[in-house]
């Protein structure tokens, strides 16, 4: 059982629409960050967020922490091919020390011209 | 600034023999984590290193082992290969213990 369960597993848009991704979990986190990794190469940090109900933006991306600290959403604003990739969310749980992250299994997004 | 470099990037080997991975640190990064990702999973944490030391590890057996250099460059070592070791290995590394990872773009490990 994965203890970072996000949804939708895979989503393919046209261009230009919004969508909003999650992270469900039933245990609370200290910490949560999102990632995007493309097709041979690594994931790259897109944000990290600490305290519940905190919202980031970064252009058109837009991250929520919830308020319990156990969820999380991703919401993209005129989604763009550039977007596409595997998004996905890691926690850190407050018996962790900050470097153990638990990934969930991603977000497959493609996204159409 | 050299990010994260990791070698080989693909590897194929037979069950039962022994693989080591490599990887050399971000310029200025102390501090180096691995993990696995098996296909259409998320990656999972195997151990970090610490100036040369085993700072914490996941639930990996024994049979993973590591190394970390005084020039911070890092080895990933499995022994006795199974064929769920098969993903890709990703090696991350970080300018202190709690800081950001930088990762990079991995080994693919086929066991056959």
């Known amino acids: 059982t994965q203890l970072l369960e996000q949804s939708p597993q895979f989503l393919s848009i046209q261009e230009g629409e919004n969508l909003t991704v999650y992270c469900n979990s039933s245990?609370?986190?200290?910490?949560l960050q999102w990632y995007r990794q493309e097709p041979g190469e690594g994931p790259v940090l897109l944000v990290t967020?600490?305290?519940?109900?905190e919202v980031k933006k970064l252009k058109r991306l837009t991250f929520q922490f919830g308020d319990a600290r156990k969820d999380s959403s991703l919401h993209i604003t005129a989604a763009q091919p550039g977007d596409t990739g595997l998004y996905l969310c890691?926690?850190?749980?407050?018996?962790?020390?900050?470097?153990?992250?638990?990934f969930g299994s991603g977000t497959r997004l493609l996204v159409r011209p | 600034e050299t990010g994260v470099t990791q070698s080989p990037t693909h590897l194929i080997k037979t069950r039962g023999q022994q693989v080591t991975l490599r990887c050399s640190s971000q310029?200025?990064?102390?501090?180096v984590s691995w993990y696995q990702q098996a296909l259409g999973q998320g990656p999972q944490f195997i151990f970090q290193?610490?100036?040369?030391?085993?700072?914490g590890r996941g639930n990996f057996p024994p049979r993973f082992s590591g190394l970390q250099f005084p020039n911070y460059s890092s080895e990933l070592n499995v022994n006795a290969l199974e064929l769920d070791d098969s993903a890709l290995y990703l090696c991350?590394?970080?300018?202190?213990?709690?800081?950001?990872?930088?990762f990079g773009n991995g080994t693919r490990l086929t066991v056959t």
């Open positions: 991350a590394s970080s300018f202190s213990r709690d800081s950001p990872l930088h």
């Open positions: 245990s609370v986190f200290s910490s």
């Open positions: 967020v600490v305290t519940g109900g």
């Open positions: 890691a926690g850190v749980r407050p018996e962790d020390s900050s470097y153990k992250l638990i």
């Open positions: 310029s200025g990064h102390n501090t």
């Open positions: 290193y610490y100036r040369e030391e085993e700072n």
